[in-house]
């Protein structure tokens, strides 16, 4: 069988510092707010380019926490695209904001030549994703921003370790916001989320947030050095120890293993050119990291019943657009038909087995199978 995406290959090479990671924890006395999350935190940012990181229990606490520690309130609107996963629309609405959706250029990102058409007086935030392992352009997302003074949420659940003009995700916006869900290009075993930012002010405050809005304050009596006081209302969302210390040891093999998707990725270029089914592009600006490898094809469906049969397993990444969920459908209006972009390339988009452990064997098989099938 061939999986759209298997971890079980990378355990069985990790495992030895995998379950030594998990047992130092164990043995340390302390799972929550520990030496191994504040490793972490500083590796990753660092790893991103950015002076500060917060671990944080998944990329939708990620984005609602940010938008929180932004100022964003109930009322105000967020702008993002609808070819997204459902989780970077859930951050926002629970944040109280409402969501403005923009149409996406050929590249499957939100096309910063229609941004501006969206704004208006509530608009207070820019949600780009850097979606499939892709950066949106930033360059042109940044000034839009400047101009009408908007804050910049750069969902990166599916970019870590991708680039823009060198400037890695997560670098550029007010935050970057990640995900360690387990099928990401860099996964956890288990939920994670992580908050990157340059800013100190922003980052003291995304702290407190995930933390119910606490800070150690000091008891009158003298008692202790600090309890923990409520200054804010915030939440609990929080990355434990366990999986900061299974992720410190995953930190080192991210380059390698982008580089293994890329490799896979030219493996897929070069073969299925020509074969009148339209291949992701990267876009000159950009390093891609190929957390899917996604291609669309008129037959979509039916290509996958088929390879379904002769067992290779491919996704759909994703079937429906946001705005046409019953959940958020209230957010265009019902004639609109400005997210026509989106609409067409659901219907017809794919996703071929892409992650570093698959082997090259793998790969052939699914391009032989897919090509008869095509041809
Ligand atoms: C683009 C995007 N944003 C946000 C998320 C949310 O991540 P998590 O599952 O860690 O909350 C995901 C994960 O599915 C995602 O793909």
Redesign the pocket.
């Known amino acids: 069988m061939i999986k759209v995406w298997d971890y079980k290959k990378e355990y069985e090479l990790l495992r030895d510092d995998i379950l030594s990671a998990v047992d130092e924890v164990f043995k340390s006395g302390t799972l929550i707010f520990g030496p191994k999350v504040e490793e972490f935190e500083e590796k990753f940012s660092s790893y991103h380019d950015c002076k500060y990181g917060v671990g944080v229990g998944?990329?939708?606490?990620a984005?609602t926490i940010s938008l929180r520690s932004l100022g964003i309130k109930p009322d105000d609107e967020v702008i993002t695209t609808s070819n997204?996963?459902v989780?970077?629309v859930t951050?926002i609405v629970n944040s109280g904001a409402s969501v403005k959706f923009v149409d996406v250029n050929n590249y499957s990102l939100i096309d910063p030549e229609k941004i501006e058409a969206a704004i208006n007086k509530k608009t207070k935030a820019i949600i780009p994703?850097h979606?499939y392992g892709q950066m949106c352009e930033m360059d042109k997302i940044m000034t839009i921003a400047k101009k009408y003074k908007l804050k910049v949420i750069e969902?990166c659940?599916?970019s870590h370790g991708a680039t823009y003009k060198g400037k890695k995700a997560g670098s550029i916006g007010d935050v970057g916001c990640f995900?360690?869900?387990p099928t990401k290009i860099f996964g956890a075993y288990g939920?994670g989320?992580f908050i990157t930012t340059n800013n100190i002010q922003l980052y003291d405050k995304i702290r407190r947030i995930r933390f119910l809005g606490m800070e150690k304050k000091k008891m009158s009596s003298g008692h202790w050095n600090g309890k923990y006081y409520a200054i804010e209302h915030g939440t609990n969302s929080r990355l434990d120890e366990v999986h900061a210390a299974i992720l410190l040891k995953k930190l080192k093999y991210l380059d390698q293993w982008i580089e293994r998707r890329r490799k896979i990725a030219k493996v897929y270029d070069e073969e299925l050119n020509n074969y009148n089914l339209s291949l992701p592009k990267e876009h000159p600006d950009n390093k891609h990291a190929y957390y899917i490898y996604v291609v669309a094809h008129e037959r979509r469906d039916n290509i996958l019943s088929e390879l379904a049969k002769k067992d290779i397993h491919l996704n759909i990444s994703y079937p429906w657009p946001i705005h046409i969920m019953d959940a958020y459908k209230h957010f265009v209006c019902s004639s609109c038909n400005c997210l026509i972009n989106t609409e067409k390339m659901s219907k017809k988009i794919f996703s071929l087995p892409m992650y570093p452990t698959l082997t090259d064997e793998e790969q052939k098989t699914v391009i032989k199978e897919l090509k008869t099938l095509i041809n």
């Open positions: 998944n990329c939708t606490d984005i997204t996963a989780p970077t951050g994703v979606l969902d659940a599916q995900s360690f869900y939920d989320g």
